[in-house]
Nanobody, 115 residues
Framework: QVQLVESGGDLVQPGGSLRLSCAAS????????MGWYRQAPGKQRELVAT???????TKADSVKGRFTFSRDNPKNTVYLQMNNLKPEDTAVYYC?????????WGQGTQVTVSS
C-alpha cells in the first residue's frame, strides 16, 4: 500500500519560514517525479514545485527564490523549504508522486500565513 504523509504545516507570520516533509512508503521516491501542489480556498489546485527522478526541479514563478525542493533518498522523504512566506501562500499543500499513468497523493497539510 502506497502512502504519502505530509507534515510541517502551521500558522506562521508573513516573512516567516516553514519546512514541509512528505514521507513515502510503498514506493521508492527517486524513481518517481515528486511534486508539491497547493490549493487555496475557492481556487484550483496548482503546482508549486516538482523534482524528476534525475533531480531536475521546476518551480512556479510565484515561489522562485523563496521555496526549495529537496529529496532524501535513504529516508524516502521529500521536503519543501519555504522562506519569506506571504499571505498568498496560504493553502493546503499536497505531496504527489507520479510515474507514467500512476499518480499518488498525500492527504495534505495546512499552511496559513497571517499576522
Amino acid at each position: 500500500q502506497v502512502q504519502l504523509v505530509e507534515s510541517g504545516g502551521d500558522l506562521v507570520q508573513p516573512g516567516g519560514s516553514l519546512r514541509l516533509s512528505c514521507a513515502a512508503s510503498g514506493i521508492i521516491i527517486h524513481i518517481y517525479t515528486m511534486g508539491w501542489y497547493r490549493q487555496a480556498p475557492g481556487k484550483q489546485r496548482e503546482l508549486v514545485a516538482t523534482m524528476t527522478n534525475s533531480g531536475t526541479t521546476t518551480k512556479a514563478d510565484s515561489v522562485k527564490g523563496r521555496f526549495t525542493f529537496s529529496r532524501d533518498n535513504p529516508k524516502n522523504t521529500v521536503y519543501l523549504q519555504m522562506n519569506n512566506l506571504k499571505p498568498e501562500d496560504t493553502a493546503v499543500y499536497y505531496c504527489n508522486a507520479q510515474r507514467g499513468i500512476v499518480n499518488y497523493w498525500g492527504q495534505g497539510t495546512q499552511v496559513t500565513v497571517s499576522s
